[in-house]
């Protein structure tokens, strides 16, 4: 179909403002990162005085508020790498269970899957957070990924299942009569042919425990054991807050789920799909 | 009074429309493109106007799909907490909280547990009706 005319000008038209709509808070955070603190309250479009200064104070933990920037970019890498490693586990092994081994109870477990998904995750907050204290557990980095395991792993079971019961069972019969057993099956058969859909899985567990705020600002407290998100939180409670140390933290943040993203894009869109779109 | 509640209101939906329009675009690109193009070109033949093929095939076609969007869509949304922590923090006088953030308010910062969770508990029949689409959907 050519559009032509009027309706070419509207729909670039179209284009131009929901492309300005997306992109411009993300312009506008690159550039606040490289404005010099006099700058700051002069709002512009354009940087005049570009400078790495905020950048370099932050490397360095130069200004108070990034005193302890590496240790809790540390926190926050290690309960993402954390949480993504332990989703990988369950999803991968309940999946195989869901899809490849009939057991009792298994199709209630299937219907159930999808529940937490659709209780927002800060509902139970309050419920948690008397667990985590009633085992002692508030203030470890533990109590933040068990959370997230929780929140993160049925979604990847649910998706990992759905993908799992596309690949045909005959493999798994040719694979049984040359003499494999489920474990094998799983290793050298079940794993290699689930791999797309993993990613996507990763990709999802890594972010979702990245970008928490809640939980980790309910179980972590003290400027060496916080998450990033959360030191972010707090330099807003004071009044002349560094908004460009805050957009320099913020760029730097993003940098990796950027990353994650256009590595894992074509994966990540289909596997995140599969879910939503096998129901049609 | 009203004005300036209503602005922060408006800026935390205009933060949320921001953040999950190109993910939700992202889903419905990959859910129109499953859709068999003879549909389509059958649709050409009979000569229909493109809003008829995407009132009569393409919206039909991703009828779940809207559904399980719109829920998933709602419920990302309905527990929001950082938003309104982050941009209001329930100010002007604890008149633009929403749910997660008022329970946080109750609970953490009044240590009233019980009308914390009680806060929680008023969008119960909100989420068993989510409850109850998914079992549905998921059938």
């Known amino acids: 179909m050519r559009l032509r005319g009027w309706r070419k000008v509207a729909f670039y038209g179209v284009c131009i403002a929901l492309l300005v709509w997306t992109v411009f808070p993300v312009y506008y955070m690159v550039m606040l990162s490289l404005v010099t603190w006099e700058d700051l309250f002069k709002p512009r479009l354009y940087v005049a005085n570009p400078t790495f200064e905020n950048y370099l104070q932050t490397f360095t933990q130069a200004n108070y508020f990034v005193s302890q920037f590496w240790l809790q970019l540390y926190n926050s890498v290690s309960i993402a790498l954390m949480t993504t490693a332990a989703v990988l586990v369950i999803g991968t092994l309940g999946s195989f269970a869901l899809a490849r081994i009939s057991f009792r109870g298994s199709r209630t477990i299937q219907s159930l899957t999808p529940f937490t998904y659709i209780i927002p995750s800060s509902f139970l907050s309050i419920p948690f957070f008397k667990l985590m204290a009633d085992y002692d557990l508030i203030g470890t980095k533990l109590s933040v990924v068990l959370v997230m395991i929780t929140f993160a792993s049925p979604y990847a079971v649910w998706i990992l299942w759905d993908y799992g019961k596309t690949i045909p069972p005959d493999i798994d019969e040719a694979a049984m009569i040359d003499g494999a057993g489920p474990l094998a099956i799983f290793f050298r058969i079940y794993l290699p042919l689930i791999l797309p859909p993993m990613v996507a899985i990763a990709t999802y567990a890594f972010l979702f425990a990245w970008n928490e705020y809640l939980y980790a600002v309910l179980f972590l407290s003290g400027e060496k054991y916080i998450t990033i998100p959360v030191a972010m939180g707090n330099f807003l409670a004071t009044d002349d807050a560094p908004w460009n140390i805050l957009m320099t933290v913020a760029v730097l943040y993003s940098i990796p789920p950027v990353i994650f993203y256009y590595c894992f894009r074509r994966h990540l869109v289909s596997g995140l799909v599969t879910g939503a779109v096998s129901g049609v | ?139």
């Not at chain 2, 991703?62 to 929001?80: A, E, P």
């Not at chain 2, 009233?112 to 989420?127: E, I, N, Q, R, S």
């Open chain 2, 1 to 139: 009074m009203t004005t300036p509640i209503a602005l922060a209101i408006a800026a935390a939906i205009v933060y949320h429309i921001w953040k999950y329009l190109p993910f939700w675009t992202l889903i419905f690109v990959a859910g129109r493109r499953s859709i068999p193009r003879e549909l389509y070109e059958a649709g050409e033949i009979d000569g229909t106007t493109p809003l008829q093929r995407f009132r009569y095939i393409t919206f039909p076609m991703l009828r779940n799909l809207f559904m399980i969007c719109s829920l998933l869509s709602m419920v990302f949304t309905l527990g929001d907490f950082v938003i309104i922590k982050i941009m209001t923090g329930g100010a002007p006088g604890d008149s633009t909280h929403v749910l997660s953030t008022l329970a946080y308010r109750y609970t953490f910062l009044m240590g009233k547990l019980d009308w914390g969770v009680g806060t929680f508990v008023v969008a119960l029949p909100v989420t068993l009706l989510f409850i109850f689409i998914l079992i549905r959907w998921v059938r």
